[in-house]
């Protein structure tokens, strides 16, 4: 539905048509949508004043924090609102129940909130406080900003020096996707459609294994979060060198959890686990928090007789990539995700998650490496920081996503999964069997 007397702020650009359709998908199942945390766990009390003043600068600095989604005719748009709504929360432990379940069941309250399309806010800031314990939650709806964006504007909030602040803006430029696209020929981009088509013939050739169990409704989003020791991180990324090499840390990542996935049960239906991984059209120095401009129609899969042999595993996970990289892959995917901008939701949102050969989900399951997170300072607003993890609500099937970040010489993986179509059982059995692959020559 469209409302009459709001104004136009922005069109969404490919990009964000592409997580606004996944958006869809997810509310098709009941769920919130898609909807992400990022959350700092803070060793002491902050600076509450001045960070809320930071926020009320951001608000006035980015007013796209405040807008609406709205449709008009088939193509959706950021919208200004009548009212603004407030981007700042605080929730306290008033009852003094258990600090560790108050913070996670607040986070959770937060992620699983149902709330229509046009109405939520994209982008709210949360302080969760008890006694001993803190914890602040970006959350934010996906068309707003991607992880990057959202890692951006933590950053914006962390950075004392108001010149340095001012850097931070809009994206100069149309979207990204247009500006790559307007590089090639009419019949340079037919070509390019062509080679995506084939590229996602030839994975769907392969049925996906889906450990989740399909047959129950999901109910909510819950998540597991894991940090580990620097030796153990250090011992990791040591490892990830030698399998994959310096830049292929990722696939390191995406090969241990596939055989973890297979440990749990080896004789699972299906022909091979396939994952989507992402490309970003960014630049790296980059100071645009806002409009998500990444991709991720690429897949990492590997058949389920590669999984017994560790090494025959990552040998065909990175001549893989390098072929995708070798035959521009990802750039064959922006005319597909330009035309797909103008079907609707339902239609993109089908095209994305089903194998054309079978009707099935392509994906095994989700995952996001947001590597190494680089604050301005360990400090957040007075208070160190602890922990970092990422959230993001998903589609069921896969009902799992698997998201890793790097923070002060520390790894921490943050399993978000559909209950009951997984249990935190299982997810805790699955974090062992990663261990164990991640750790083993």
């Not at 709330?115 to 996906?142: G, N, V, Y």
Request: aromatic share 12%.
């Amino acid at each position: 539905m469209t409302t009459a007397n709001t104004d136009i702020i922005q069109i969404l650009n490919p990009s964000d048509c592409f997580t606004l359709a996944m958006d869809e998908e997810i509310r098709q199942e009941q769920m919130p949508g898609s909807l992400c945390g990022f959350a700092l766990e803070l060793s002491d009390t902050l600076d509450i004043e001045t960070l809320e003043q930071r926020i009320t600068e951001f608000g006035e600095r980015f007013p796209l924090a405040f807008a609406s989604l709205q449709q008009r005719g088939k193509r959706y748009f950021w919208c200004t609102r009548k009212q603004k709504h407030p981007l700042f929360y605080q929730h306290s432990n008033a009852n003094k129940v258990d600090e560790a379940a108050f913070h996670k069941e607040t986070v959770l309250k937060l992620l699983n909130h149902k709330q229509d399309r046009e109405t939520i806010p994209p982008l709210e800031f949360h302080l969760i406080s008890s006694t001993t314990k803190t914890t602040f939650l970006m959350r934010w709806i996906h068309p707003f900003c991607d992880a990057r964006g959202a890692d951006l504007i933590l950053k914006y909030l962390c950075t004392e020096s108001l010149e340095a602040r001012n850097r931070f803006d809009y994206p100069k430029l149309e979207p990204l996707v247009n500006t790559q696209l307007a590089k090639y020929k009419w019949w340079q981009k037919v070509g390019l459609f062509f080679k995506a088509k084939r590229y996602i013939s030839k994975l769907d050739k392969l049925q996906s294994i889906i450990h989740a169990d399909t047959s129950l409704a999901p109910k909510q989003l819950n998540f597991n979060t894991y940090t580990l020791s620097p030796e153990q991180t250090q011992a990791i990324n040591t490892l990830a060198r030698q399998q994959v090499g310096l830049t292929g840390t990722s696939l390191y990542y995406v090969g241990c959890f596939m055989r973890a996935l297979h440990k749990m049960n080896p004789e699972q239906t299906g022909e091979a686990y396939c994952t989507p991984y992402a490309f970003n059209l960014r630049k790296n120095k980059a100071l645009s928090p806002l409009l998500s401009n990444h991709v991720a129609p690429l897949f990492a899969q590997a058949p389920k007789a590669l999984l017994d042999d560790k090494a025959a595993l990552f040998t065909h996970l990175k001549e893989q990539n390098k072929q995708a990289i070798r035959e521009k892959l990802d750039y064959a995917f922006l005319p597909v995700m330009w035309a797909a901008s103008w079907l609707s939701l339902e239609q993109h949102g089908e095209k994305l998650r089903k194998s054309m050969r079978t009707g099935t989900e392509r994906s095994s399951f989700w995952f996001s490496d947001i590597g190494h997170v680089d604050l301005s300072n360990s400090a957040f607003f007075g208070s160190d920081i602890t922990k970092i993890y990422h959230l993001c609500q998903i589609s069921s099937p896969p009902a799992l996503a698997f998201l890793s970040c790097q923070f002060n010489k520390q790894l921490t993986f943050s399993y978000n999964f559909i209950e009951p179509l997984f249990s935190q059982e299982w997810i805790e059995c699955l974090h062992k069997n990663m261990l164990e692959e991640l750790l083993t020559p």
